[in-house]
């Protein structure tokens, strides 16, 4: 049975930092992205990790301040996240394993597995 489990979630300020984990389990991460959703609006690809570990891939909105790595050791992948705003602000999901005739890295439609969330809230 795959769990995935995330962490790392809080209220910073403007400008603050947080480090989500991933944690996985019943699956040996290949591929695996992080999403967000803010109250009403759709949910969103952030980041994506993938290719071993050897190839990263971002949201337009987060480039150059987000950091997605991986651990295979410990089978589990963070998100770095630095220069936080309050455009942030949303709930964090990890996703693993793309499903057959996935349609994009960054779709939420591409992946089987989810973890529960964890809230990331930055205030001005």
């Known amino acids: 049975q795959v769990q995935l489990v995330e962490s790392g979630g809080g209220s910073v300020q403007t400008g603050g930092s947080l480090r989500l984990s991933c944690a996985a389990s019943?699956?040996?991460?290949?591929?695996l992205g992080w999403f967000r959703q803010a109250p009403g609006k759709e949910r969103e690809g952030v980041a994506v990790?993938?290719?071993?570990?050897?190839?990263?891939y971002y949201a337009d909105s987060v480039k150059g301040r987000f950091t997605i790595s991986q651990d295979d050791a410990k089978n589990t992948v963070y998100l770095q996240m630095n220069s936080l705003k309050p455009e942030d602000t949303a709930m964090y999901y990890c996703?693993?394993?793309?499903?057959?005739?996935?349609?994009?890295?960054?779709?939420?439609?591409?992946?089987?597995?989810w973890g529960q969330g964890t809230q990331v809230t930055v205030s001005s």
């Open positions: 996703a693993a394993d793309l499903k057959d005739g996935w349609v994009g890295l960054l779709s939420f439609n591409s992946y089987n597995y």
């Open positions: 019943g699956y040996t991460i290949s591929t």
């Open positions: 990790i993938y290719n071993g570990g050897r190839t990263t």
